[in-house]
């Protein structure tokens, strides 16, 4: 931190931070839920509806939020009804202390508290280049180096006293990564620096473990699963291009089977788990029926 960061750090949070493991006894207990972003109800799944057919699928809203566009109509709706909502940032660079400027964390603050949001999330790598522009979100992986993991930390917690709210950094997908750690080293690193809780998602590290011809479990075993808060899973794409085979993170409706496989082994070996988040926003119901099904099959031992 420089000393402009850790004057206005300390005067967002003058008390002292208890540790991770006393602050996340505070975090409410979600269950599971599915995710918003602006606009995505518009062909897509209308969450209070959902939530009325099947209340055992839908408990909590992850509402993906960019200042820009703020909240939807729909997620208004929700907000409205009292039920548990949580925030997941569209717009940060957390490895980039630039992006994390005075009116970005005081707008996020704002917002954040207006919805009555239960945390901060989101994936956490570079949602912009250069100043943030309108039409932004062209979402790519961090650099996995360990300045990198310094640099993340120090935005995580930058945020955290900022908004006095955990933020749970993700797992973000992408196709191709630069840097010498593995994701799960990467984001053990980023924890243990800003001491703060993990979203993984699944179905991104399922996409990463085959973009880098990697087992779909190595190395779990080095990652603090007692830190993680949140999991995601989510419906992906294989395609080919250019004679080379990629899985697409397009939340459709069926995960991929190592993602399934990830999913069971985290529900069973993660105890601070609070929220399950199902990524499939943008399509039907009748669709997402035996994905929702599975979800909450295996989330019953952990419920
Ligand atoms: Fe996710």
């Known amino acids: ?19 991770f493991a006393e602050r996340c006894e505070a975090l409410p207990r979600l269950g599971i839920g599915i995710s918003t972003e602006y606009g995505a109800g518009r062909g897509g799944l209308d969450p209070i509806e959902l939530r009325r057919m099947h209340p055992d699928w839908v408990q909590f809203l992850e509402i993906g939020i960019d200042l820009e566009r703020g909240v939807d109509a729909d997620a208004r709706r929700w907000i409205e009804s009292g039920w548990p909502v949580t925030y997941h940032f569209l717009d940060a660079n957390l490895e980039e202390r630039e992006s994390l400027d005075e009116t970005w964390l005081g707008d996020t603050r704002e917002l954040a508290r207006e919805i009555g949001a239960a945390w901060l999330c989101g994936d956490a790598g570079l949602w912009h280049m250069g100043p943030r522009e309108r039409g932004h979100g062209v979402l790519m992986p961090p650099i996995l180096t360990d300045d990198s993991a310094t640099e993340m930390a120090h935005g995580v917690t930058l945020l955290r006293r900022a908004t006095g709210l955990e933020v749970l950094p993700e797992n973000p997908p992408s196709q191709v990564y630069v840097g010498d750690l593995h994701l799960l080293d990467y984001f053990a690193r980023v924890a243990e620096r800003a001491d703060c809780g993990l979203l993984l998602d699944v179905a991104h590290l399922a996409i990463y473990q085959r973009a880098t011809h990697r087992d779909p479990f190595e190395a779990l075993d080095r990652f603090p699963l007692e830190r993680v808060i949140e999991v995601h899973v989510a419906g992906a794409s294989e395609f080919t291009h250019a004679g080379r085979s990629f899985v697409d993170d397009d939340h459709t409706a069926q995960p991929l089977p190592e993602t399934w496989a990830l999913l069971e082994h985290v529900l069973a070996h993660a105890p601070r788990l609070r929220a399950l988040v199902f990524e499939c926003e943008r399509n039907r119901a009748a669709d997402v029926r035996a994905s929702f099904e599975r979800v909450t099959a295996l989330a019953s031992a952990w419920r």
């Open 1 to 19: 931190m420089t000393v402009d960061d850790l004057r206005y750090a300390r005067a967002v949070s003058p008390r002292e931070e208890a540790p």
